[in-house]
């Protein structure tokens, strides 16, 4: 696999997504075939597309933003995780490792408890992991040492 370029393999992995994706289109609780889905997707470029209305109700309004919204995701998630691995300097950090995951579940806990709304729970598990990296943070600069070493 040393062989292999970046360039080769960022373009495979780039064809394997809108691959996925496109398969991704017509699976789900209602069954689109793959006609139709290369139809509707023709439709957005002008071709005239002969799909049923409620098809393409379903893949233009359900699918094709959930599809969107999942690479949107992920790619947040590798880019927030490599941001904290470049912040401690360390590639085996995790969100467990400095009670970011625990932090955010005692917020989402207290604002279920009290039953608020799932945007009050979301502020409060997001300010609550927050605020548990900046104890974390803290601890070696209370004992003098600001190794990242002494994080773990």
Same mark, same amino acid.
Do not use: H
């Given at each position: 696999?040393?062989?292999?370029?970046?360039?080769?393999?960022?373009?495979?992995?780039?064809?394997?997504?809108?691959?996925? *994706?496109?398969?991704?289109? $017509? !699976?789900? /609780?209602?069954?689109?075939?793959?006609? @139709?889905? +290369?139809? &509707?997707?023709? #439709?957005?470029?002008?071709?005239?597309?002969?799909?049923?209305?409620?098809?393409?109700?379903?893949?233009?309004?359900?699918?094709?933003?959930?599809?969107?919204?999942?690479?949107?995701?992920?790619?947040?998630?590798?880019?927030? *995780?490599?941001?904290?691995? $470049? !912040?401690? /300097?360390?590639?085996?950090?995790?969100? @467990?490792? +400095?009670? &970011?995951?625990? #932090?955010?579940?005692?917020?989402?806990?207290?604002?279920?408890?009290?039953?608020?709304?799932?945007?009050?729970?979301?502020?409060?598990?997001?300010?609550?992991?927050?605020?548990?990296?900046?104890?974390?943070?803290?601890?070696?600069?209370?004992?003098?040492?600001?190794?990242?070493?002494?994080?773990?």
């Amino acid at each position: 696999m040393k062989n292999i370029s970046f360039k080769f393999m960022l373009i495979l992995l780039a064809v394997l997504t809108v691959v996925c *994706g496109v398969v991704a289109l $017509g !699976v789900g /609780r209602f069954y689109v075939a793959p006609g @139709d889905v +290369l139809s &509707v997707i023709g #439709g957005f470029f002008g071709v005239p597309t002969d799909a049923a209305a409620n098809i393409q109700n379903v893949v233009e309004n359900i699918r094709i933003p959930r599809i969107i919204a999942a690479i949107l995701v992920g790619a947040a998630l590798s880019i927030s *995780g490599a941001a904290y691995q $470049g !912040v401690f /300097r360390n590639q085996l950090v995790s969100p @467990d490792l +400095l009670g &970011v995951s625990a #932090g955010a579940c005692v917020g989402a806990a207290v604002a279920i408890m009290f039953d608020l709304s799932l945007f009050w729970v979301q502020a409060l598990a997001f300010v609550s992991g927050l605020a548990a990296v900046g104890m974390t943070l803290s601890i070696p600069r209370l004992m003098g040492r600001s190794s990242t070493l002494m994080l773990v």
